[in-house]
């Protein structure tokens, strides 16, 4: 068994940051305000069954401590799950948001029992105390959830809320007014998957206080991770006494009057009895502290967070912050549905719900899912947490020799696609490399860290870094299994394409440093991925569609044929494609035809790069799309991916392609497949993500849809459509900007996406711009007005400019 590596919160200094908040204190005060408090518009339930798996409880934004109801229901990765039909078990203090795996991060329970027969005939075991909630008269369950506030009626009487700080959980029982023995359970083993091990604990019978930890098992990877928590209870409006009855408690037998448990695993924790108040309603707070390091830290972080057991204060608190930073993104509400609004705000707040930084910074983080837009996000409205996020990757690089991949309550998970923290690390340098300094990133330790991610091979690839050695020498991942690794050797194709698009963001790093030799040679190196196109392979039934991503051995032969339609809606054999070792077919988690039509899209990235680069020749339009037969082929492809479903919205690999037409100099193609991702895949229900949101990268995705921009990570520019406001704006409080993009013509956002919706026209700051569909992130480093004219021509185009396609695709000049 091994310890976690705990990180020390490191903060920027604290006249940096004073100065942060002056700044962000003046841009409030000038900014026009449509939405005053945009939280009110936050819907924490969407997304809480059918798979989202989203975290509806009480939590600050990128807070450790995630409060949530737990319900015993099979897809409770998050805890919660708004199907009436499971009950309630628990009230825990970590989470995950929007993750597949297991079940985790559940830890530290609590429980109140309204009316047990007697003491030691509590039923305390998961199973058994599990009761259902109340139902409203819609049949859903009475739970009511808002940033940093989460509340429930449970079927024994009890009403239950919760709120939040950092690393500090706090609930409110208020038990029924026959309640004469209130009783409190504190579960120390089950955090989701009963995992549990060697907790230990203590009961101070005369304060009531708990305090233990155990060891418990990751999500998604091996080790196991020990946790500590400290809890105490607090009478509102009373005095609440030392408690009447105690004990611990193992599975269902209660043990009266022991202050430890004896349990090596198993089910476990204490239970308590107080005395209810005597003027009719008892109320009683249970402040949960958490941490990875020690329970007196524990108690510590509880008692610094929440010293004056003011419920209220700290729920306005929190929601306080949550305002804060969702009104940073401030939409001109005039003629929009109430349901777009509360979508807008609500995929904003799981962008900040979904990474866990809090004591270790960096605790949960999965760079997979989130390179494409969560990070794009940061950039535009939250670039200290960015700088924050940026440095704990750093920090865990300095301390384990690579950059985290997948992480999951401090532990090292499973890698599924490349080294994904690159793409993160390049989009922040491109963003921010004038103040990286300034806000405490070394330059020289992330340009480091990018090279040894990107060409070391460490001793376990699939827990980080990558198999570089194969990479470096045959510029792209062979089909042979690798003994090195039982069965893991798969997704051969997948990482090439993702080890190559980390490649052009070391490049891009590469060349801002002045580094010219090094951004020539991971330019080169991001070329690899044309090695795994096979110009031959046709999809069965549509023989147009000619050229395919396909495994390739180390010898260069195509020996491993892969059905294009593998791991798609339309795959005869219903292959799966996950991190298992029956998949020797290349691709994760995606069909060859969507990896091949992102690569086109990679492609263009790197061609961008070399068009900049004096030392190869620039690429244009017209080779790019040869590849795929030329323009009309090239937007039949996409058509084809959209009209026989390969495009898949639940799984982050397709979310560039609605874009894609960008390319093909039709805009208005992207706009209207962009909108119908909204319309027909996002609502406000509690069914209402189209998969598991993954750490906020559907949240941030459909940001940047009902925005009218999709980012292209590690690069200057946004590709653009149309708003699905009147107008937006963007504040960094870093430079104390706000840039407002207006959208002239709005007229609504018709369902079938045909209507006033196309660009026909921008200008910046009344000055016409060098193009019509996409920005660049000059824009938004000073405070500008970005006029779309909008038309319902859907054939419009980019515009005549020698710039006006997106510049990886020009013929050169972009610099
Ligand atoms: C700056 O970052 C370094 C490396 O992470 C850290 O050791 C140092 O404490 C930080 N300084 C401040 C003032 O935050
Ligand atoms: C309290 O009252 C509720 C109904 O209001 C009843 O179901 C419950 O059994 C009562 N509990 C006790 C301990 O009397
Ligand atoms: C629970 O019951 C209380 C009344 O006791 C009510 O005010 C509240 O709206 C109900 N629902 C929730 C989720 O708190
Ligand atoms: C009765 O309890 C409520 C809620 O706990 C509290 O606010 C109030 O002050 C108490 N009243 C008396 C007379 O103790
Ligand atoms: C627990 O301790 C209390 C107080 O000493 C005593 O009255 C009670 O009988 C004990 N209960 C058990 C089950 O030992
Ligand atoms: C990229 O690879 C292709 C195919 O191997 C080759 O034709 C092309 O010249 C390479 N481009 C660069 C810039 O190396
Ligand atoms: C594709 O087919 C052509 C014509 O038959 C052949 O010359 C070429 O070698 C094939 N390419 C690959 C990669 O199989
Ligand atoms: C799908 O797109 C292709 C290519 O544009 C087109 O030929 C075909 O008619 C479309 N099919 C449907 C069902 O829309
Ligand atoms: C909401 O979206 C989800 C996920 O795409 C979908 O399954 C569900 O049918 C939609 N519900 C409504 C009412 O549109
Ligand atoms: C921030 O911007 C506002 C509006 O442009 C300006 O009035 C103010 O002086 C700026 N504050 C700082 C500290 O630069
Ligand atoms: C776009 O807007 C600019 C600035 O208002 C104007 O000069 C230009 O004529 C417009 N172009 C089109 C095609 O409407």
């Known amino acids: 068994m091994q310890g976690p590596i705990v990180f020390e919160t490191r903060r920027l200094p604290f006249a940096f940051l004073a100065l942060l908040e002056l700044l962000l204190l003046v841009s409030l005060c000038t900014a026009d305000r449509f939405i005053p408090n945009p939280a009110d518009y936050v819907l924490p339930l969407i997304g809480t069954t059918n798979g989202g798996h989203v975290f509806p409880g009480a939590t600050l934004p990128h807070g450790m401590v995630k409060v949530g109801m737990d319900t015993n229901s099979p897809g409770n990765q998050a805890g919660y799950d708004a199907d009436p039909q499971y009950d309630a078990i628990g009230f825990s203090q970590l989470h995950d948001s929007g993750t597949g795996g297991s079940a985790s991060l559940s830890n530290f329970k609590i429980w109140p029992f309204s009316s047990c027969s007697s003491f030691s005939e509590c039923p305390t075991s998961p199973a058994s105390r599990a009761v259902p909630r109340n139902l409203l008269p819609d049949g859903s369950p009475d739970d009511a959830a808002s940033p940093g506030y989460f509340a429930s009626n449970l079927s024994s009487n009890v009403r239950v809320e919760l709120t939040a700080t950092r690393r500090t959980a706090l609930h409110r029982y208020t038990f029924p007014s026959n309640s004469t023995e209130p009783r409190l359970l504190v579960d120390l083993t089950d955090d989701g998957q009963q995992s549990g091990i060697e907790p230990t604990m203590l009961i101070d019978p005369t304060t009531g206080r708990v305090t233990g930890d155990a060891w418990f098992l990751a999500s998604f990877g091996p080790g196991e991770y020990h946790l500590f928590t400290c809890v105490d209870f607090h009478g509102e409006g009373y005095s609440l006494g030392s408690p009447t009855e105690y004990g611990s408690w193992f599975f269902d037998t209660v043990t009266q009057n022991a202050t430890n448990t004896n349990a090596f695993d198993g089910s476990a924790g204490a239970l308590l009895t107080f005395q209810p108040s005597t003027n009719g309603t008892t109320s009683i707070l249970v402040r949960v502290g958490v941490s990875f390091i020690s329970s007196s830290q524990a108690c510590a972080n509880a008692q610094e967070e929440i010293p004056d057991w003011d419920f209220e204060r700290v729920h306005s608190d929190a929601l306080a912050q949550w305002n804060e930073l969702l009104g940073r993104v401030q939409i001109d509400p005039t003629g929009v549905d109430e349901e777009t609004i509360q979508l807008f705000y609500s995929s904003d707040t799981y962008c900040a719900s979904g990474l866990l930084w809090g004591e270790s910074e960096l605790a949960v983080h999965r760079a997979l899912d989130t390179f494409r837009t969560l990070y794009p996000l940061f ?55 004038e103040q990286a300094t300034a806000l405490n990133v070394s330059v020289s330790d992330l340009y480091n860290a990018l090279v040894t991610d990107s060409q070391d091979e460490p001793g376990d690839w699939d827990l980080q870094g990558r198999q570089a050695n194969d990479w470096v020498r045959l510029g792209y991942i062979p089909d042979e299994l690798n003994s090195d690794f039982s069965g893991t050797n798969t997704r051969q194709v997948s990482r090439t394409l993702e080890y190559a698009f980390g490649d052009f963001a070391i490049s891009q790093v590469a060349k801002l440093i002045g580094n010219t030799a090094d951004a020539a040679k991971f330019q080169q190196r991001a070329n690899g991925s044309f090695e795994m196109w096979n110009p031959n392979i046709t999809l069965p039934g549509f023989p147009s569609v000619i050229g395919m991503m396909q495994l390739k051995s180390s010898t260069g032969a195509f020996d491993m044929f892969t059905d294009p339609r593998h791991c798609s809606v339309n795959d005869p054999t219903h292959s799966t494609c996950f991190l298992d070792s029956n998949n020797h077919d290349g691709f994760y988690e995606s069909s060859p035809m969507v990896y091949s039509q992102v690569w086109i899209l990679y492609f263009a990235f790197f061609a961008y790069a070399h068009s900049s680069s004096p030392i190869v020749c620039p690429h244009d339009t017209a080779q790019l799309i040869t590849l795929q037969g030329g323009v009309a082929s090239f937007i039949d492809r996409l058509n084809i991916i959209f009209n026989q479903s390969y495009f898949d919205v639940t799984d982050e690999p397709s979310q560039q392609i609605p874009f894609m037409y960008h390319y093909a100099n039709r805009p208005g193609l992207s706009t209207k497949q962009s909108r119908q991702v909204i319309s027909e895949s996002y609502n406000t229900s509690v069914s209402g993500l189209p998969g598991n949101d993954d750490s906020g990268a559907m949240g941030s995705y459909a940001v940047f849809l009902l925005a009218g921009l999709y980012p292209v990570p590690a690069t200057n520019q946004y590709l653009l459509s149309s708003p699905f406001f009147p107008s937006i704006s963007f504040s960094n409080p870093l430079f104390n900007t706000t840039t407002t993009i207006k959208a002239t013509n709005w007229a609504g956002n018709p369902a079938d996406s045909v209507g006033t919706v196309y660009v026909s026209n921008v200008t910046v700051n009344g000055v016409q711009y060098k193009s019509n569909c996409y920005l660049e992130w000059d824009v938004f480093q000073t405070s500008s007005v970005v006029e779309l004219t909008l038309s319902d021509d859907v054939t419009l185009g980019c515009g005549s400019g020698a710039n006006a396609l997106p510049p990886s695709l020009s013929s050169g000049g972009f610099d």
């Open 379 to 433: 950039s535009l409205h939250d670039p200290e947490r960015f700088a924050l996020i940026t440095r704990a990757m750093i920090d865990i690089w300095r301390f384990e020799g690579w950059l985290p991949e997948c992480r999951g309550a401090t532990l090292q998970q499973w890698v599924q696609g490349g080294s994904n923290g690159d793409p993160i690390l390049g989009e922040f340098f491109v963003k921010y490399h």
